[in-house]
């Protein structure tokens, strides 16, 4: 079993981990502790899966057919659906849990509501929002970048470095943003200034966040021209000197999935690991995961017993030909 997808949110314990399409395992970050498993309509590509801070729901997408659909991490029961909005490319929700931004191919930009899944607005030019943590402020991905405060007053509007953001990263009074093939920029969110740039060549930053803790944004580095391993580097907020912190990837996976977490003081990967993003030296394992493969062996668990259930109702059928299953007689 491979993990395609990661969901975490800024500052929730609880995550949802999904593989090629479909199945979503949900865990409890600081414990290792696996709490559920369900099918969804989720479709690999693009951002497609989210979770509330409170770990109570998940929202999946599908690309061609099924659309958007919201469901229960209890017992993965789908909530609500909207078929209607196809072709998704990537959905968050919001700091409040409150709203879904949706941003699809070719097609406006829209805000659903958590709860029932109605449409708020849609938002014409806009291919994704970043909120702040800190500020009421919010980052819009245009033509140009947009800051703005969260009831659309007009803050800056900064040229983009190049055709498309990966990553957008809030601190108190500043935001980091990652461009594909393109530089790590940091700006002050009061009038959109440079603060500082970092540019590798043939190298750009997958995703970044903010570590309070060490009051400085870290960065997922890959050498996407060349290939190589994914590495961890932080940088001072404010001055934006370079610490590289290692590399990310492992004996089985060399460039795991990567996502921040528990208020940037973390990073999860598909791999199982949670790995800490330090003030000093290297990084590490969160408290709560006592190996790298811990995770793992949790969600091949849930499958071993699945398998031997599948047996057992096999085993039973077999041998009782002539009678009706277990399921046979409450489907009847």
Known sequence: ?????????????????????????????TTGIHLSTFNTILDFGGRRLSITSDGTNVVAAAYHVEGIAAYSTADGTEIWRRKDLKKAQHIRFSLDDDKIFCGFERKTFAVLRRATGKTITTMRGVKDIWESPFESIRLLEKLTLVLETNDSRKLASIPRATFAVLSAAFAPGLVCVSESTGPVRCLDTSSGQERWRLAIPDQHFLEVAYNENAASFVGVCWPYQR???????????????????GELGSQSN??????????????LLSDG???DSPSVGAFGNCQGCDSERHLELVLAL??????????????HVLQHPERPSFFHRHIE
């Open 1 to 29: 079993m491979a993990i395609r997808h990661l969901a975490t949110s800024w500052s929730g314990v609880i995550a949802a981990l999904a593989e090629f399409e479909h199945r979503v395992h949900v865990v409890d970050l």
């Open 302 to 315: 849930v499958e071993v017993v699945v398998v031997v259930l599948a047996l057992v109702v096999l085993g």
């Open 254 to 267: 060399l460039n795991p999935t990567t996502a921040s977490c528990l208020r940037g003081s973390c990073f």
């Open 273 to 275: 690991r949670v790995v």
């Open 227 to 245: 290939g190589g391993p994914h590495r961890l580097i932080r940088f001072g907020s404010n001055s934006g000197a370079v610490t590289e912190l």
